[in-house]
């Protein structure tokens, strides 16, 4: 079956042979047979490299198909990643059993039990004081995505305030919190017959890419729920951040220790399979206090619909997708290593999800520690010791960040190729001395150029601009206005705004209030439909009064930065 087109087998046969390795040449040869599955599953050892140099281009050859996402394999992939959740349940439903008896004080099976529960005493300490009171008010919001009863391209927020809002039996005592706000007023003016609030036993099981060969499993949750489950969030990250847990831009922190890691040994990164599929209710029960267990158990969905109208009792607390489930289980993880290290905050531990860095010296603790709660680790992706580390999008081999480009998708248009051309260019950029031509794959990023057009191939600019442009130190199009700023020609693409015409005066109303774009709506970014098409135009590059950090939050605005 013919996968790639000849202009890609032309990339990587030219980055194949400029990286000239074992592991290039088995590479090129999987590309020449349009082998997926050995592109998608092929990895590398670090431990097995003694120099960043060597390891970076083979992990960059070995890594670019790995999380490309196939047409035509959706539907057998579901099934898999429905196979793999229940796999995953039952694991929980033992989890569950355990911390069931532990919450009734028994009986216990041997002292090394009662002993570990002791150090689990410090992390239910650690919640206590990082949740605090539980909020008295709760400003809710909405999500970018589906709720389990707006779906499809009916997920922006002024469809969300036109439909029947969606709720889940438990969470209508909190019903109050949303019954004054705009969206609630929004609704009092729709046909008779509709019903206020639809009321449903959980949320809707879908899944949604991982990789080449699998896709992963999430929860679309009732409207109303996840409103309430992002304000929980919200104040749940603002506690975490009062304790040194950063989960807004904790991510260059994370890849500042893995970089350290990998130097000098000190940090240690971890990294689970599944993490929050495999947070066990029992568990959350055992270690929230009383008052926020009782709204977190409010908000959550009991149950999952994984057909049409059949219904599962989850094992887990709560499903990616549900508003809080990030911000929980970086609670539950940061505790975790904070016990693990005997109640110390100055070890220097840090949580990002479910990416952990603590220090070496207690590691293998911590991993006990996590076995102990029912997680488990994933190998592929942690690394206790050896010189590479890997950590929030960062990789590292001796403190050389090392991390490769992801080919997330078949190029066919200039957008996909000027992409993988960026994508290579930075392997080159990382660590170059000279000019790109000096550098391992320059014949690979001129077959990038060679599919655009010659009016977009010579759109040449700064790396900051993202993939608005090719990169390049010059060439660049540029024109100064009569204002002092200069601008830069740019391939962006045209968002497709949805105009406020189509929804009633109230629903535009109530839009205002939450702070929408008058000009219109645009659809969350990454749906099929919420692209018109791509052009060339201008951007500003420098001016008198603007400075490089103002105009990246301009460009910020196209998703491409």
């Known amino acids: 079956m ?18 000239g390795t074992d592991v290039a040449k088995t590479v090129q040869k999987m590309v020449h047979a349009h082998d997926i599955q050995g592109l998608a599953t092929l990895r590398l050892d670090p431990l097995s490299y003694d120099n960043a140099e060597s390891f970076k281009w083979d992990y960059a050859v070995a890594s670019l198909f790995r999380k490309l996402d196939l047409p035509g394999a959706k539907e057998q992939h579901e099934r898999e990643a429905q196979k793999a959740w229940f796999d995953v349940e039952r694991k929980v439903c033992l989890t569950n059993a355990r911390f069931s008896r532990y919450r009734h004080n028994g009986p216990f099976e041997d002292l090394d039990e009662l002993g570990t529960l002791s150090i689990l005493e410090k992390a239910r300490e650690y919640i206590r004081c990082v949740l605090g009171r539980m909020p008295c008010e709760l400003d809710g919001r909405f999500g970018p995505g589906a ?5 499809g391209r009916l997920t922006t927020v002024p469809d969300k305030m036109t439909a029947s809002p969606t709720i889940t039996k438990e969470c209508r005592a909190l019903l109050p919190f949303v019954e004054g706000t705009a969206w609630f007023r929004a609704l009092e003016n729709r046909p008779r017959g509709q019903a206020y609030v639809t009321e449903v036993r959980g949320c809707r099981f879908t899944t949604v890419p991982k990789d ?7 929860a679309i949750e009732p409207s109303v729920n996840v409103y309430l489950q992002l304000a929980v969030g919200s104040y749940m990250k603002r506690r975490l951040l009062m304790h040194g847990i950063d989960l807004i831009h904790g991510q260059s922190r994370h890849q500042t220790m893995a970089r350290e890691g990998s130097l000098t040994g000190c940090f ?25 267990l009782c709204l977190l158990e409010t908000l959550r969905s009991p ?6 109208n059949k219904w599962v009792r989850l094992e887990k607390f709560s499903s990616m997708g549900n508003g809080f489930t990030f911000e929980l289980e970086s609670l539950i993880f ?21 990416d952990i860095i603590v220090p070496t010296d207690y590691a293998t603790e911590v991993l006990r520690l996590l076995s102990f709660c029912g997680f488990e680790t994933n190998d592929r992706k942690t690394f206790v010791e050896g010189p590479f580390r890997e ?34 260019r930075r392997l080159a950029d990382e660590d170059r001395n000279g000019p790109l031509c000096h550098n391992l794959p320059f014949t690979a990023w001129l077959r990038c150029l060679d599919p655009i057009p010659v009016s977009i191939r010579r759109l040449r600019g700064p790396s900051w601009l993202g993939d608005l442009v090719i990169h390049d130190d010059r060439g660049w199009q540029t024109e100064c206005d009569h204002n002092g700023t200069l601008w830069i020609r740019t391939y962006r693409p045209v968002l497709r705004v949805l105009e406020w015409k189509h929804w009633k005066p109230d629903v535009v109303f109530a839009g205002a209030l939450y702070g929408l774009d008058s000009g219109g709506v645009t659809p969350r970014r990454g749906q099929s439909d919420d692209v018109a098409g791509y052009k060339v135009d ?7 009064v603007d400075h490089v950090p103002a105009v990246k939050r301009y460009v910020t605005g196209y998703g491409l930065v």
């Open 147 to 151: 709720t389990y009863g707006d779906r």
């Open 538 to 544: 201008q951007v500003p590059l420098w001016g008198l």
């Open 391 to 424: 950590s929030c999008g960062g990789d590292y081999f001796q403190g050389v960040r090392v991390t490769p480009h992801y080919l997330k998708e078949l190029p066919h248009e200039p957008q996909h190729w000027i992409s993988l051309a960026n994508g290579i």
């Open 2 to 19: 013919t996968i790639f087109c000849q202009q890609l087998v032309k990339v990587a046969d030219a980055l194949c042979t400029a990286v």
């Open 303 to 308: 149950f999952i619909e994984i057909h049409s």
């Open 334 to 354: 940061a505790s975790l290593a904070y016990a693990a290290g005997s109640g110390d905050h100055e070890l220097g531990f840090s949580v990002f999800g479910d």
């Open 268 to 292: 240690a990164t971890i990294d689970l399979s599944c993490a929050s599929d495999t947070v066990a209710s029992e568990l959350v029960r055992y270690l929230l206090p009383a008052d926020w």
């Open 212 to 218: 080449a060969t699998k896709r992963r499993a999430i």
